[in-house]
């Protein structure tokens, strides 16, 4: 097993750029969620999933998107790249609420 | 809501100490808690978890103890090595509604654990 993939590693933007954070997972887990990890903050989610075709919005939305096509993959879409999305974004999954996210290395993103 | 927070940004130790890490949170209705260890460059590692009907449980060398009534858990390392390295937060888990079943996971800020030799 794989775990959860994550790409790419790196990704730096120019603001009002789009791109996609590819997500997979090989775990068959049906709860999905991205966060984005900042300094001095904990991670905070911005978008979940609890299963294929569902999601729903998290603390942080605002400027992004997703879409759960396949219990698989769920990619994380960036409309416009602002300053403010610069951070470091994790993908995570798990089973059930009631186990342990997974996460996966994570994309560190700049926006300049 | 809820808030994670834990008591000290850094940690150091020697190796072959024993390492306490600790954490508070604010919601009394938080029932599931997990720690979780960050290397640099890598995504929070699964370390262990407890619920809140247990007050201890115990994995290989970690230890973690949660105390309700100050909503308080730690996490305990024995014979820590210098694998251990590595930034370690806390989470909790409360129900966003009742008879539901969404809830909500709050990260802690993170204590970065320094093993020296």
């Known amino acids: 097993n794989a775990g959860v993939t994550q790409t790419p590693k790196f990704q730096v933007l120019k603001t009002g750029q789009s791109m996609t954070l590819q997500c997979a997972q090989d775990m068959n887990h049906e709860y999905m969620s991205w966060y984005r990890q900042d300094p001095g903050m904990g991670l905070r989610l911005i978008h979940y999933s609890v299963g294929a075709g569902i999601t729903d919005q998290g603390e942080v939305p605002n400027g992004y998107n997703v879409s759960r096509s396949t219990t698989e993959d769920f990619p994380l879409r960036l409309l416009s790249a602002a300053p403010s999305q610069t951070s470091v974004y994790f993908c995570?999954?798990?089973?059930?609420?009631?186990?342990?996210?997974?996460f996966g290395n994570g994309t560190r993103l700049t926006v300049t | 809501g809820e808030s994670v927070g834990l008591h000290l940004p850094t940690l150091s130790v020697q190796e072959g100490d024993n390492s306490i890490i600790n954490c508070a949170y604010s919601n009394s209705a938080s029932d599931y808690f997990i720690w979780y260890k960050q290397e640099s460059g890598k995504g929070p590692q699964f370390i262990i978890d407890i619920r809140s009907n247990m007050d201890k449980r115990q994995g290989q060398r970690v230890t973690v103890l949660l105390n309700k009534t100050v909503k308080h858990l730690s996490l305990q390392i024995a014979a820590t090595q210098p694998g251990d390295s590595a930034v370690y937060f806390c989470?909790?888990?409360?129900?966003?509604?009742?008879?539901?079943?969404?809830?909500?996971?709050?990260f802690g800020k993170g204590t970065l654990l320094t093993v020296n030799p």
């Open positions: 995570a999954s798990t089973i059930s609420a009631s186990s342990p996210l997974h």
């Open positions: 989470a909790a888990r409360v129900k966003q509604n009742s008879g539901g079943s969404n809830y909500k996971l709050t």
